[in-house]
């Protein structure tokens, strides 16, 4: 569950107080004593912590983070505060303290290393814009069992040396672009984790954190995770997918700017880069002013979006999705599904003739992106809750590192390119 934005006051400034050892106590509360704000983001960097909830001043604030997610930025009052928190759905308070929190500060906040030590590293953060064509970027070693290492390009130069566990840099001027990074062990040419495809937009402010433990299993293993400390003023990507069966060929503008022309069912655009902020979408019958969708979209710096052209021609609506291009754990895809049929009745998308992957979507509904084991499978889509079969997929290969969107298109008693079936978006 996502907290409500006073959450973090409570953990940041949770430096001194340490580890899942307290127990219950009695609660006390300190007068709040206001004296200006300032923002701070926790995130849950302690592999095998159970989640957490969160109180200031006995109120609770928060329910659930889990490993390894944060809360974003939060605007809290400063001052003292009383601060609790609690393994998920108790009483038992494994922090308690009175923590003073300075006015017109930025703080990140991680609970780290393994639950029988947990402890905490609080970084005062700089969120002062990059220069032009810049991302400024961190690195924060929070693997309890690694040692030092560097970050490096892949087979290239050391980016940031010998960092060992709590240890950080400081944020630091990057070209904007998507890199190929790799950690070695520090000193040395040895790599221990792969990070392909990182991407730190323009005007973006990153914070890159190993986590995990060396061989730990699934969500324990070492990995890393990035944290966006402010988003990029550049632009967002937009993706357009035509997935209105009967609809003809349709041309894009973007604030009344041809942004592409005569994409046709089943295709996409791939990402357009668009500039952040209130946009208008509008999509005509191709080379003509004829709008079947106009909509106006607000479109975070930085962010993803897919807009599909859904439905029959006669009731063509837009269906918007925010993508979340977070690079898979090594050996991964992540996969969601949307169910773009219009007279499809709710579907499963199952293994050949056993466990359902994706279950009861009906149409326009859609998972989240999945991580599922990089090979290649056979699947089916049955009627909801049954054995009924409706469509075969077979040899869908998904290949390690990669995204995709996998939706239902076409009509049941469709025919030609308009016969029910299945098309698969490359996200990254």
């Known amino acids: ?109 991680f609970a780290v290393d393994s639950v029988a030590k947990l402890s905490t590293v609080i970084l005062t953060d700089d969120l002062s814009a990059p220069a ?11 693997s309890p069992n690694a040692p030092a290492v560097d970050i490096a ?20 001027p990057l070209d904007a ?33 190993a986590r995990g433990f060396v061989n730990g299993a699934a969500n324990q293993a070492l990995n890393a995770q990035t944290i966006v400390n402010k988003m990029s003023t550049a632009s967002a990507k937009v993706m357009a997918v035509h997935a209105s069966p ?5 041309d894009l503008l973007v604030d009344n ?41 607000p479109l975070d710096a930085g962010a993803a979006y897919s807009v599909f052209a859904s439905d029959s021609v006669s009731s063509i609506e837009s269906l918007v999705l925010v993508d979340n291009l977070s690079t898979p754990a090594a050996g991964k895809a992540h996969v969601r599904f949307v169910h773009l049929s219009p007279n499809a009745p709710a579907v499963d998308v199952a293994l050949q003739g056993g466990a359902v992957v994706f279950g009861n979507k009906s149409f326009k509904e859609y998972t989240e992106f999945t991580p599922l084991d990089a090979a290649t499978y056979n699947l089916e889509v049955r009627l ?31 025919s030609g390119a308009q016969a029910l079936g299945a098309q698969i978006v490359l996200n990254n």
């Open 153 to 172: 390009l892949q087979g290239g130069a050391v980016v940031f040396p010998n960092t060992a566990f709590k240890g950080s840099t400081v944020f630091t």
């Open 1 to 109: 569950m996502h907290f409500k934005k006073s959450i973090i006051s409570l953990i940041a400034a949770v430096t001194a107080i340490a580890v899942f050892s307290g127990c219950d106590s009695e609660d006390t509360t300190t007068n709040p004593t206001s004296m200006g704000t300032a923002t701070v983001l926790v995130s849950h960097a302690s592999p095998d912590a159970p989640a957490v909830d969160l109180l200031v001043d006995n109120v609770v604030v928060g329910t659930g983070l889990t490993f390894p997610n944060n809360t974003g930025y939060l605007t809290v009052n400063a001052g003292t505060r009383n601060v609790k928190v609690r393994v998920s759905g108790t009483t038992t308070n494994v922090i308690d303290a009175n923590l003073p929190i300075a006015a017109n500060t930025n703080y990140t906040v």
């Open 246 to 250: 009967d609809a003809p060929g349709v």
């Open 257 to 297: 700017a041809i942004s592409g022309t005569n994409l046709t069912f089943p295709n996409n655009s791939g990402y357009l880069n668009v500039p952040a902020g209130s946009r208008n979408i509008k999509v005509n019958v191709t080379g003509t002013s004829t709008t079947v969708i106009n909509a106006t979209l």
């Open 384 to 414: 909801e809750g049954t054995s009924t079969v409706v469509l075969p997929l077979p040899n869908v290969t998904l290949e390690a590192g990669k995204i995709y969107t996998v939706f239902a298109k076409g009509f049941v008693g469709g």
């Open 177 to 209: 672009g998507t890199y190929n990074l790799e950690v070695r062990l520090a000193g040395s040419s040895t790599v221990v984790l792969s990070l392909p495809n990182v991407t730190f937009a323009d005007g973006g402010i990153y914070t890159v954190f």
């Open 132 to 142: 032009a064509g810049k991302a400024h970027v961190r690195f924060v070693h929070l």
